[in-house]
């Protein structure tokens, strides 16, 4: 639901190629939304067959044809429909790098805390690239603003870890 929901709401802005599509979303949400680029075409191609896009063909200078695809009036009402059961229903958050925190103390300690480390040097650099990002009109920025949020909260219980691991030492 989500991705689709996304591919439509693109779309519903203006109409795009597929190749468009994955760079405006790696360029500006990648920190946000997991879409592989294999998966955006099959979606399109499933959305296409559903009725809620339209491919059409576009060829500029000497470059292949490509696929430039725009929403449907039954797209319009299937992202309406998403938008709204996405914006009313609570979502957790899920951490899947928590199932490793839940086995630290099977590490020598020293181990743990290294690891520790190098995750918070990864998230460092994610956090960093996420305050990068171009400011964007409307709710676009608050996207990235919660992830922003989200990330900072956990850099933050990442220190705390480390540091409680480091005073046990």
């Given at each position: 639901?989500?991705?689709?929901?996304?591919?439509?709401?693109?779309?519903?802005?203006?109409?795009?190629?597929?190749?468009?599509?994955?760079?405006?979303?790696?360029?500006?949400?990648?920190?946000?939304?997991?879409?592989?680029?294999?998966?955006?075409?099959?979606?399109?191609?499933?959305?296409?067959?559903?009725?809620?896009?339209?491919?059409?063909?576009?060829?500029?200078?000497?470059?292949?044809?490509?696929?430039?695809?725009?929403?449907?009036?039954?797209?319009?009402?299937?992202?309406?429909?998403?938008?709204?059961?996405?914006?009313?229903?609570?979502?957790?958050?899920?951490?899947?790098?928590?199932?490793?925190?839940?086995?630290?103390?099977?590490?020598?300690?020293?181990?743990?805390?290294?690891?520790?480390?190098?995750?918070?040097?990864?998230?460092?650099?994610?956090?960093?690239?996420?305050?990068?990002?171009?400011?964007h009109t409307g709710s676009l920025q608050l996207m990235i603003e919660h992830q922003i949020v989200h990330l900072r909260s956990e850099l933050d219980w990442l220190d705390h870890v480390i540091n409680h691991l480091t005073?046990?030492?």
């Amino acid at each position: 639901m989500e991705r689709e929901l996304l591919l439509l709401g693109l779309l519903q802005q203006q109409e795009m190629h597929g190749y468009q599509l994955h760079e405006f979303i790696d360029s500006y949400m990648q920190t946000c939304v997991d879409l592989k680029k294999s998966t955006a075409y099959y979606l399109l191609e499933k959305m296409a067959k559903d009725g809620f896009i339209t491919p059409s063909e576009e060829r500029e200078g000497n470059r292949p044809t490509r696929q430039v695809y725009s929403l449907t009036p039954a797209g319009e009402t299937r992202f309406l429909e998403l938008l709204r059961e996405n914006l009313s229903t609570f979502l957790p958050a899920l951490f899947p790098g928590d199932t490793g925190i839940t086995f630290l103390d099977k590490l020598p300690q020293s181990e743990a805390i290294a690891l520790l480390q190098a995750r918070r040097e990864a998230l460092a650099t994610e956090l960093d690239r996420a305050e990068k990002a171009p400011v964007h009109t409307g709710s676009l920025q608050l996207m990235i603003e919660h992830q922003i949020v989200h990330l900072r909260s956990e850099l933050d219980w990442l220190d705390h870890v480390i540091n409680h691991l480091t005073e046990q030492a």
